[in-house]
């Protein structure tokens, strides 16, 4: 593998390589594994974290990752702040809303916690956060005159939306088994280990500088694509001196402007939490769904996935499990191209996609959604190219999709190359 570049010493020896893709990432919010399509070993080159504030040893880039591979934080207690801007189009909140249907449980529950989480993926909230090991995490989304808690006690997890006064009832089946480095979802931990992934000889890694995140020391590390074609400008994780946690987690576009996805520590302390936390009782007159009945209601999905599993092991895997069948009901995904220029494509197996020319089959809702993307044409035929800051998707009139954070003209050429 080529040594990574550093930006400002290029030409310094090949540093030893690193296995990756030591924790699992928790996948309820914004889905930033687009960025982890490849990855096996890193390799870097030193880039020295000599200036900013505060003023901090050396560290190399290598180091730092080290760092963090090695960060053990079982217990901790702190508010998270989560702002996401992926230039979705704004449909009056209906976008959120066929969002949330999509992934809700048969019974509709708003206490589910796949469909609650996904609210995280427009917009900015708060997040209050709590651990201690790995049978224990409490996530609360704090909403206007409302609040959602989902807590991880031992075998039970339970999702408690206020607003609505209902609960929904899970069981965790891996309880008592060591999970150690699996937070609650959300945290720039989860996502830093998410992006780490996507490190190889097409990426650039160094140290950029330090920084005082939640009033705690911290090194900054920068991971910018050295391919071009990529909707992904850099990611900046910054990570606390002292533990070795990521404490905020930046995604900036190619294109420029404000950050699509930035989530980091407004207040952290790396104590023991109460046990009291985690306690929870349904309250007085709650509707209260179990998981069990919610699978067995009519038009349930038996593809998503438990309240139960680490707190969250994969919506985008459910909807893969969807979405992704090929004809022949096997697992109809390919990967196309490497590194940060990876396209997703996959078989709907039926023609039609969304219509290209007005009135086509389609009908109303079919041109309304037609209407919100760039109609292409190539040697694949036409097909609608819908676009985000991050995140673009090629549909096919043939009924065929590509997905990456690439550009637009890039998912044209990957479909007149199939």
Do not use: C
Not at 130 to 137: H, K, V
Not at 193 to 206: G, M, P, R, Y
Not at 267 to 293: I, L, M, N, R, Y
Not at 359 to 376: C, I, M, P, Q, Y
Request: proline share 5%; glycine share 14%.
């Amino acid at each position: 593998m080529a040594p990574y570049e550093s930006d400002d010493n290029t030409g310094a020896p090949e540093a030893d390589e690193l296995p990756t893709g030591r924790r699992k990432a928790a996948r309820y919010a914004v889905p930033v594994a687009v960025v982890g399509l490849a990855a096996a070993t890193i390799g870097l080159v030193p880039a020295l974290a000599d200036s900013g504030d505060p003023d901090l040893p050396k560290i190399t880039a290598q180091q730092l990752i080290e760092k963090i591979a090695k960060s053990d934080v079982e217990q901790l207690s702190g508010t998270v702040r989560i702002n996401t801007d992926l230039g979705l189009p704004n449909l009056g909140g209906l976008e959120s809303g066929l969002v949330s249907g999509a992934t809700r449980s048969g019974d509709g529950s708003s206490a589910d916690p796949t469909a609650k989480l996904t609210e995280l993926v427009s917009g900015s909230h708060t997040l209050r956060v709590a651990t201690d090991g790995p049978d224990r995490q409490k996530l609360s989304l704090i909403e206007s005159a409302a609040e959602y808690s989902l807590i991880h006690n031992g075998k039970d997890v339970w999702g408690y939306d206020s607003k609505s006064n209902e609960v929904y009832h899970g069981k965790a089946e891996e309880a008592g088994k060591d999970h150690r480095g699996e937070e609650p979802p959300a945290t720039p931990k989860d996502f830093a280990d998410e992006a780490l992934k996507s490190v190889d000889d097409t990426t650039s890694v160094t140290v950029d500088g330090t920084a005082h995140v939640a009033g705690r020391d911290a090194y900054k590390l920068l991971i910018k694509p050295k391919q071009s074609g990529t909707t992904v400008g850099a990611i900046s994780i910054a990570v606390d001196a002292k533990t070795g946690m990521p404490l905020k987690f930046t995604l900036t576009p190619a294109a420029g402007g404000a950050a699509v996805f930035d989530t980091g520590f407004t207040q952290v302390t790396f104590t023991k939490p109460a046990a009291s936390t985690f306690d929870f009782t349904p309250p007085k007159g709650a509707k209260v769904t179990e998981e069990g009945d919610a699978s067995k209601a009519p038009g349930s999905d038996k593809g998503l996935p438990k309240a139960g599993d680490d707190l969250g092991t994969g919506l985008g895997e459910s909807f893969g499990k969807d979405f992704g069948k090929g004809t022949d009901g096997s697992d109809g995904f390919k990967v196309l191209g490497k590194g940060w220029n990876s396209i997703a494509t996959f078989d709907t197996g039926s023609e039609g996609g969304i219509p290209s020319g007005a009135g086509a089959g389609g009908g109303d809702l079919g041109g309304f959604l037609g209407s919100l993307g760039d109609k292409v044409s190539g040697k694949f035929g036409k097909g609608t190219v819908f676009s985000t800051r991050l995140i673009n998707a090629l549909i096919t009139d043939d009924g065929k999709v590509y997905v990456g954070a690439v550009t637009k003209n890039a998912l044209v050429e990957a479909a007149n190359a199939k």
